[in-house]
């Protein structure tokens, strides 16, 4: 038997939310514990549990560091980079050209 605090469905307390509504929010447990559970009762069968977390100590779903940042600029900039003219394309260089679009119609002599 779990020995966390058991609410009724949608009567959990503030603050606290499911994997889902963390999601929803752009949020992960971020490996903290669960701290509830809710409890929704259906015919027949036992009750479908839901753990809840809470919000205060859930993380990014994605943390962005400078350092990866910089890595992904970096390596958007390498992408938009025109090989042939070394301008920046202001898009990404198309693979099926390898060479932004003014120097693949008129190659720089
Ligand atoms: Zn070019």
């Known amino acids: 038997m779990s020995t966390l605090p058991t609410y009724r469905w949608r009567l959990a307390p503030e603050g606290l939310a499911t994997r ?7 949020l992960r447990p971020g490996g903290q514990d669960v701290v509830a559970e809710v409890h929704r009762p259906r015919r027949r069968r036992g009750p479908l549990v839901a753990y809840l977390y809470r919000i205060d100590r859930a993380k990014p779903v994605r943390p962005m560091s400078p350092g990866r940042a910089a890595a992904l600029a970096k390596a958007m900039a390498a992408r938009r980079t025109c090989p042939a003219c070394r301008r920046d394309a202001g898009y990404c260089i198309p693979r099926s050209l390898g060479m932004c679009v003014p120097c693949a119609d008129c190659p720089p002599s």
């Open 20 to 26: 889902r509504q963390l999601r929803a929010l752009g």
